[in-house]
């Protein structure tokens, strides 16, 4: 595995302290592993950052990466959602983030992303 590809409901769970995703991103900090977070799964979460702090330390860490959604990127992932014949935009950029790189995805939603690609690689949180 080259690493994880963030959706909302793993930074939402990470936001929440949850120990299973603490851990999850830990153990992947400690093997070296990619973390990538696509720029549209931030905007899904992000309210306010005075309430966020514990976010908006994962977002600031060097070993993240947010991956901006440009006209390329975007004109697949709305593609994506033709072809499979969903409307989530988001979470086609989750997959197509992950399927580039050939990471696992951290979710809490695996049906809308099973959907989009079902041979993902999903932990689900």
């Given at each position: 595995?080259?690493?994880?590809?963030?959706?909302?409901?793993?930074?939402?769970?990470?936001?929440?302290?949850?120990?299973?995703?603490?851990?999850?991103?830990?153990?992947?900090v400690?093997?070296?592993?990619?973390?990538?977070?696509?720029?549209?799964?931030?905007?899904?979460?992000?309210?306010?950052?005075?309430?966020?702090?514990?976010?908006?330390?994962?977002?600031a860490?060097?070993?993240?990466?947010?991956?901006?959604?440009?006209?390329?990127?975007?004109?697949?992932?709305?593609?994506?959602?033709g072809?499979?014949?969903?409307?989530?935009?988001?979470?086609?950029?989750?997959?197509?983030?992950?399927?580039?790189?050939?990471?696992?995805?951290?979710?809490?939603?695996?049906?809308?992303?099973?959907?989009?690609?079902?041979?993902?690689?999903?932990?689900?949180?």
């Amino acid at each position: 595995m080259a690493g994880l590809t963030l959706d909302a409901g793993a930074l939402i769970a990470f936001e929440r302290a949850e120990r299973g995703v603490i851990a999850l991103l830990a153990r992947a900090v400690e093997r070296g592993l990619e973390i990538v977070i696509p720029a549209g799964v931030v905007a899904q979460v992000w309210r306010d950052g005075r309430r966020q702090a514990r976010l908006a330390r994962l977002l600031a860490a060097d070993e993240v990466e947010i991956v901006v959604l440009d006209d390329g990127r975007a004109r697949a992932a709305g593609q994506l959602c033709g072809v499979r014949r969903t409307t989530d935009i988001v979470d086609a950029s989750v997959v197509l983030c992950a399927r580039e790189r050939g990471h696992r995805i951290v979710t809490s939603d695996p049906d809308d992303l099973a959907r989009l690609d079902p041979a993902a690689s999903l932990i689900v949180v």
